[in-house]
């Protein structure tokens, strides 16, 4: 199977640094997923209330306004600002380096540094795969949420383009060796989820 030229030159290996510690260099937008449903759920909301006031403009001139001329409104102002959310997104993307050593997780880009110690995570989630591949630490002291998928056009004949890799021997017997366990799920095995015993774990 023939993969998107964009997911191959994306660095796709964990690689291991002098000091100790797996890296790995992404380009990625720092977004929650409810940040991301927000957005969508206000963009439905605007859309539709743009498509009703045009309507009604139309229909106030005299202009004909049948199932046909709604359909094709909507389909052309939804066209419009998917493409407009698409590059806004792509706009947003930046490098971010993430190292995790035997102590903690370090996720920085430009002049942000974020210090995970691994004794603090209550989840550690990684979906490779989609428009939702991410990589999400979360801690008492909140959350880095990092979205791989957004703004990229993947070849639509790879339904199985990876955005990003599976976490290398080297961090998972780290994050065993900190006491975390892998829970995956069998209606999605490119997402997989790490968390402590005794610590709940979160979506």
Not at 23 to 38: G, K, P
Not at 81 to 107: H, K, P, Y
């Amino acid at each position: 199977m023939t993969r998107s030229p964009i997911a191959e030159t994306r660095p796709l290996t964990w690689v291991e640094s002098e000091g100790g510690a797996s890296q790995l260099s992404v380009r990625a937008v720092r977004m929650s997923l409810v940040a991301l449903a927000a957005i969508i759920v206000l963009i439905v909301m605007v859309l539709g209330v743009g498509t009703t006031a045009i309507l009604i403009m139309l229909d106030m001139n005299g202009a004909p306004s049948g199932r046909s001329q709604v359909i094709m409104l909507s389909g052309s102002i939804g066209i419009a600002a998917s493409i407009a959310f698409l590059l806004s997104m792509r706009a947003r993307r930046r490098q971010w380096l993430i190292g995790i050593d035997d102590q903690s997780v370090v996720i920085a880009s430009g002049r942000f540094i974020r210090v995970l110690p691994l004794s603090e995570l209550r989840l550690i989630q990684l979906r490779r795969h989609t428009d939702y591949a991410r990589i999400i630490f979360v801690a008492g002291t909140g959350r880095v949420s990092l979205l791989a998928g957004l703004g990229l056009a993947p070849d639509p004949r790879d339904t199985e383009a990876v955005y990003l890799p599976e976490f290398s021997t080297e961090v998972q017997d780290r994050l065993r060796s900190a006491g975390y366990a892998e829970h995956r799920s069998p209606k999605s095995p490119d997402l997989s989820k790490w968390t402590q015993t005794g610590k709940a774990s979160e979506t």
